[in-house]
């Protein structure tokens, strides 16, 4: 006899201890399974669209007590208008949520993503079809928190190779600049580019659902969640796009974001797309990036911050100082 109800990440730490799982409190909603004895014996949370922290205890296996969890996640987001949820699973585990209803959208060597519910990314890559031409079509997936003079260059560089360059902006809100104004700042940025299409990354490009690492520079753990983003733009976005060519800058600063080009450069051959890994454009010898940009805001010095973006970019933050320095004065990230 098992009883159901929600559950504090409190409670649920040391179930999701004994399963081996790394217990983060960051959840919207817990929900657990008890025995005839009160004690926990299964638990998962729901965090933003993510089915996430799916226990349940070994002694219990073959209780279906994994199918109640997921039905009782399931039925919470239908709550909060949530249309489509998704989850990492095991590559040994996936068979049994697909049993429930999940698709398999893209797998690894060591997870694989599923989701369930109606849109989903195929319903997303009928949207990107739109904007697909038979053209030599290059690709930039970029953050631009702020958006420089060395996102800007490579921009210029794409545009030398490719008829068409499509730049996806990292749709995650992770960043110190939220992404409305990045998205809008890219788009200023290359206004004055006719072969330049800038559209929103969704879930599905950089995310934390895709490869969390980035957001939080964990160079040990990029190797297998970048492999998934990888493996997305492949299979999908990119023939949605029509993509021939993706493009992303050399990366000496960051060890998470060099591991995610590697990645790349193994990986996307195997869908015909050819990576171009440019040199960084350099400013006084030292490579142009957002984090300095950032840097300089925090430190109050407009006139450095301003010498590293375009035009477009400086007149933003010069009628928006006070905000920048809000934005800047968060945790980094790239």
């Known amino acids: 006899m098992f009883?159901?109800?929600?559950?504090?990440?409190?409670?649920?730490?040391?179930?999701?201890?004994?399963?081996?799982?790394?217990?983060?409190?960051?959840?919207?909603?817990?929900?657990?399974?008890?025995?005839?004895?009160?004690?926990?014996v299964a638990t998962g949370a729901l965090v933003g669209d993510m089915l996430q922290m799916i226990a349940v205890d070994p002694a219990y296996q073959g209780e279906n007590l994994a199918a109640k969890v997921i039905t009782a996640l399931i039925r919470e987001t239908s709550g909060r208008g949530i249309d489509c949820v998704y989850m990492i699973a095991k590559r040994q585990s996936a068979a049994q949520f697909e049993a429930l209803g999940f698709k398999a959208v893209a797998a690894t060597a060591a997870a694989v993503l599923l989701e369930w519910g109606s849109g989903g990314i195929r319903a997303f890559c009928k949207t990107l079809e739109g904007y697909r031409k038979p053209q030599r079509t290059g690709c930039i997936v970029m953050n631009a928190n702020p958006f420089t003079k060395g996102h800007r260059y490579l921009v210029e560089q794409a545009c030398e190779v490719c008829e068409r360059v499509i730049v996806l902006a990292v749709e995650e809100d992770r960043s110190e600049f939220p992404f409305e104004v990045r998205l809008a700042l890219i788009r200023e940025g290359v206004s004055d580019l006719p072969q330049v299409t800038v559209l929103p990354g969704s879930r599905y490009v950089i995310s934390s659902m895709t490869f969390p690492a980035y957001f939080v520079r964990d160079a040990a753990k990029s190797l297998a969640e970048s492999e998934m983003d990888a493996v997305l733009f492949g299979q999908y976005i990119a023939p949605a796009l029509g993509v021939t060519d993706r493009f992303v800058g050399a990366e000496p600063l960051s060890a998470s974001t060099a591991?995610?080009?590697?990645?790349?450069?193994?990986?996307?051959?195997?869908?015909?797309?050819?990576?171009?890994?440019?040199?960084?454009?350099?400013?006084?010898?030292?490579?142009?990036?957002?984090?300095?940009?950032?840097?300089?805001?925090?430190?109050?010095?407009?006139?450095?911050?301003?010498?590293?973006?375009?035009?477009?970019?400086?007149?933003?933050?010069?009628?928006?100082?006070e905000k920048a320095v809000q934005f800047c004065t968060k945790s980094s990230t790239h």
């Not at 399974?33 to 009160?38: E, H, N, P, V, Y």
């Not at 990645?263 to 990576?275: C, F, S, V």
């Not at 440019?278 to 006084?284: C, P, S, Y």
């Open 259 to 321: 591991v995610y080009n590697e990645t790349l450069q193994r990986l996307l051959p195997q869908y015909g797309i050819a990576l171009h890994i440019l040199e960084r454009k350099e400013q006084e010898d030292n490579p142009i990036s957002a984090s300095a940009v950032r840097k300089h805001i925090a430190e109050n010095d407009r006139a450095a911050a301003a010498s590293l973006v375009p035009e477009t970019t400086a007149v933003w933050l010069e009628a928006n100082w």
């Open 3 to 40: 009883t159901e109800g929600t559950v504090t990440y409190r409670e649920a730490r040391p179930l999701l201890e004994k399963c081996g799982l790394f217990p983060v409190d960051c959840a919207d909603y817990r929900v657990g399974i008890w025995d005839s004895q009160d004690e926990l």
